[in-house]
């Protein structure tokens, strides 16, 4: 008799053991996924055309398998913070730019310096090359993190709401929000600008306040952050290429059945393209936006100006990045650069 309750007992057990399982198996798994800009259309941003993109793909291809949560608006944090919860796993992914990324490895800076990427089929070709992506291995070592995918917005503008800004020298007094690396703070310095490192999620209320008057970013940027609401003022110098990553949490990713992993990178894949879809498509109708809709007064550099651009860019910040990194780190990602095909 007692080995019988023993058996049923046992039993019931693994019963309950499997049940157990079963359950846990048929709950999605959530995805907590963030980024900077507002929540627009997909038509409007190119980060929620990336989020929706990554989204839909795993409802498609992987019905009930996960659950992506959409944070819009720095609603989890800055990049810094963000990037910090794919580190410890509190976030599973994000949109991180690159800036805060190179402030864990300043080797990355070298993919910054205004003038060593030519053009967005450039930097895509370097989004797609392995070698290239390799120099992100000891950054995503460091901080456990996997970068899924990049992707650039375009070419970084400045934009002001003091006076029409021609040439570099124009620049002298205006104080400009930059990204949080001081490679950005040498370059607007070197040009006589006031340089404010800030966080993208509190710049349109410090533009709106008078903390800041001017700032630099893609023209999909410029409108997704709806910049141009407190701007009046817009230089296509084109000084630098946007460049920012979709990056996740690498134990969470690595526990993750083998087919949910490719699922995972594969809709990464499909968000990238999407993303220079949105790009090319902004890049075409948003300058009319912004002169139209925007109201904003556009200046466009002679080529004599834009090489002026370029040169005082570069010199304010290749200095700073060989005196961290030393010219032979930058010489080797400029052969990297030159031997990608685009």
Not at 118 to 126: G, H, N
Not at 239 to 264: I, K, R
């Amino acid at each position: 008799m007692k080995k019988l309750v023993a058996l049923v007992l046992t039993m019931l057990m693994l019963v309950a053991v499997f049940t157990s399982m079963a359950s846990a198996a048929s709950k999605p798994i959530k995805i907590k996924f963030a980024y900077m800009p507002p929540e627009l259309t997909p038509e409007e941003c190119v980060e929620t055309t990336i989020a929706y993109t990554f989204r839909d793909y795993l409802e498609e291809h992987f019905p009930d398998r996960f659950q992506v949560e959409i944070y819009p608006s720095g609603q989890l944090g800055s990049f810094a913070e963000t990037y910090a919860g794919n580190s410890d796993g509190s976030i599973e992914i994000s949109l991180v730019n690159v800036a805060a990324i190179s402030t864990v490895d300043k080797n990355l800076n070298v993919w910054q310096i205004p003038g060593s990427i030519s053009s967005l089929a450039q930097i895509r070709a370097l989004l797609s090359s392995e070698e290239a992506m390799a120099t992100f291995d000891n950054v995503n070592k460091q901080t456990g993190t996997t970068i899924l995918m990049g992707f650039s917005a375009g070419a970084r503008h400045f934009t002001n709401n003091v006076r029409e800004v021609k040439t570099p020298a124009d620049m002298n007094g205006i104080v400009f929000r930059t990204m949080e690396n001081p490679l950005y703070v040498k370059m607007v310095e070197s040009m006589g600008g006031v340089a404010v490192p800030m966080a993208s999620s509190e710049m349109y209320s410090a533009l709106q306040n008078g903390v800041i008057q001017g700032q630099e970013n893609p023209i999909a940027s410029i409108i997704s952050d709806m910049t141009y609401q407190v701007q009046d003022y817009l230089t296509l110098d084109g000084h630098v290429y946007s460049l920012a990553f979709m990056v996740c949490n690498t134990a969470w990713l690595n526990n993750l059945d083998p087919e949910l992993q490719q699922g995972v990178k594969d809709a990464a894949q499909a968000a990238f393209a999407a993303s220079n879809e949105r790009v090319d498509a902004l890049e075409a109708t948003g300058l009319e936006f912004l002169k139209t809709t925007g109201g904003m007064q556009v200046y466009v550099p002679t080529e004599e100006e834009l090489k002026a651009w370029h040169d005082q860019c570069y010199q304010g910040a290749v200095g700073y990045v060989i005196e961290q990194l030393g010219q032979e780190k930058v010489d080797e990602f400029m052969n990297l650069v030159n031997s990608v095909a685009y």
